[in-house]
Nanobody, 129 residues
Framework: QAQLVESGGGLVQLGGSLRVSCAAS??????????MGWFRQAPGKEREFVAA???????????YYADSVKGRFTIFGDNAKNTVYLQMDSLKPEDTAVYYC?????????????????WGQGTQVTVSS
């Protein structure tokens, strides 16, 4: 059973930046997954896709983004640290949510929660106005 541990959430003001991290267990290298993704869930809402990466070569990844975060968020992986990051800039109050990291073992729709096999415990991100 893979283990994903998120960190880096917190409180930030409108327009600020935050970076959240997802560290995978040493037995499961992030480059071996079909995809690594970030999702978020706000109170009373369904969990929604934020961003994902898929391996595209040695030490490189292709990023995918939800329209709501495109141009503001950047997802990237660090194979040496076995960690996936989500850099969030120009944050808005509507970005407030619990952010979850997830890993997919097999090919599927990367925007769908059902494509992912492992999930982290989540980290809270709050953007104040």
């Amino acid at each position: 059973q893979a283990q994903l541990v998120e960190s880096g959430g917190g409180l930030v003001q409108l327009g600020g930046s935050l970076r959240v991290s997802c560290a995978a267990s040493a037995s499961e290298r992030i480059a071996t997954y079909y995809a690594m993704g970030w999702f978020r869930q706000a109170p009373g809402k369904e969990r929604e896709f934020v961003a994902a990466i898929t391996p595209s070569g040695r030490n490189s990844y292709t990023g995918y983004y939800a329209d709501s975060v495109k141009g503001r968020f950047t997802i990237f992986g660090d194979n040496a640290k076995n960690t996936v990051y989500l850099q969030m800039d120009s944050l808005k109050p509507e970005d407030t949510a619990v952010y979850y990291c997830a890993a997919a073992l097999r090919r599927g729709m990367i925007q769908s929660v059902h494509s992912y096999n492992y999930w982290g415990q989540g980290t809270q991100v709050t953007v104040s106005s």
